[in-house]
């Protein structure tokens, strides 16, 4: 798939999410093989006014690149500046934020309150496109009602605006994350516009992309959800779209890549910061394992990366008795083994 200029690996994007998708987790989801990965929304208006923490959303390494950075707000001047910082530090795309349904977000007018402003919607997109030559896409929701008129008028907007490419997660602002993603508007959207359309929602396993694809048409698939704490699912479905049988992660993949997550953790947001918020990634990667509520509750009380580092070890690695996380046997253990590389 080819975003502009930009011509991607695969057709496999990590969705931005909030809290989430900040750069030693989308250096994760890299690794597993998706072809580009999107920050978590910032706010132009934070971007314009030089605020310190909101710049830090733009912070990236070499090797998650190509990176994708997303924006939301509501101003077209704001808007315009905020694309050019974007593009003065360095990201591959940009993206506008014409999803989020949070209620802060929607009383500023920005996320999904630009779909139900078409107007407002092309003065903002005009105005970033003039500014930037940045590959542009917009991640929209359904809009606010669910016949999907609001997504394929706003596509259209955007096309003609000189947008590169649309995501859209097939739900009205008002669902949320109830109910089912309508992936029949995917398709909608694919017949409406000639730009590439990134279909999103409810992917929630390898094979869901293929069916993704198939039903849809789509040119990428955007995973959201079922990459937390298992960006492996980047891998199996490259196997399935190059038609290859697709493995589960084996134990040293897993805690070679829980590792990494807390180097990469400590890296990017120093010790203190890093430690309490790996306390709740760490479940994540460890949820459903064996023993893995013994190992989460003893996690929470460590107060370095070198100590998680350890404690992660020595769960993974079957010596969770000595490292006083639980008591019991190693026979726990071979069966995560033999059932993991299965
Ligand atoms: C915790 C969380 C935070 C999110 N933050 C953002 C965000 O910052 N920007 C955005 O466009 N979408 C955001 N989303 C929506 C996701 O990008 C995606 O559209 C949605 O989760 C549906 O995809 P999925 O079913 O694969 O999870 C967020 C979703 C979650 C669960």
């Given at each position: ?23 030693p ?236 997550y807390i180097d990469y953790s400590v890296n990017h947001f120093?010790?203190?910061?890093a430690?309490?918020i790996m ?64």
């Amino acid at each position: 798939m080819k975003i502009g200029d930009l011509a991607l690996n695969n057709p496999l994007i990590l969705a931005p999410m909030a809290g989430i998708t900040q750069l030693p987790f989308r250096r994760l989801a890299k690794e597993a093989g998706c072809a580009l990965v999107v920050t978590e929304m910032v706010s132009a208006n934070g971007l314009v006014h030089g605020s310190k923490k909101t710049s830090e959303f733009l912070i990236s390494h070499p090797c998650e690149r190509p990176l994708s950075a997303q924006i939301f707000g509501a101003d077209p001047d704001v808007m315009k500046e905020a694309a050019q910082i974007v593009e003065s530090v360095g990201a591959d795309l940009l993206d506008i934020n014409l999803g989020c349904s949070v209620r802060k977000i929607i009383r500023q007018g920005s996320g999904a309150a630009l779909m139900r402003e078409p107007d407002r919607l092309e003065a903002v997109l005009k105005a970033i496109r003039s500014a930037v030559d940045l590959p542009l896409t917009v991640k929209m929701r359904t809009g606010w009602e669910p016949s999907g008129q609001q997504a394929v008028k706003a596509a259209r907007i955007a096309e003609y605006c000189g947008v590169d490419a649309v995501a859209i997660h097939p739900r009205t602002a008002v669902q949320g994350f109830s109910g089912k993603a309508d992936w029949s508007l995917i398709a909608r959207l694919k017949e409406s516009v000639a730009i590439p359309v990134i279909g999103n929602g409810d992917i929630q396993q390898p094979e869901d992309v293929l069916k993704m694809q198939q039903e849809t048409g789509c040119d990428g698939v955007m995973i959201g959800r079922a990459s937390i704490g298992n960006p492996w699912i980047f891998a199996q479905a490259l196997d399935l779209i190059q038609s290859r049988p697709y493995r589960r992660p084996g134990p040293s993949e897993r805690l070679n890549a829980t590792l990494r997550y807390i180097d990469y953790s400590v890296n990017h947001f120093g010790e203190d910061r890093a430690v309490r918020i790996m306390r709740s990634r760490l479940c994540w990667f460890t949820k459903g394992l064996p023993h893995s509520s013994r190992f989460r509750a003893a996690i929470v009380r460590l107060k370095t990366g070198h100590d998680m580092m350890d404690a992660v070890r020595a769960y993974f690695q079957g010596e969770i008795r000595n490292a006083d996380i639980g008591n019991h046997g190693s026979r726990d253990w071979k069966s995560i083994r033999r059932s993991e590389t299965d």
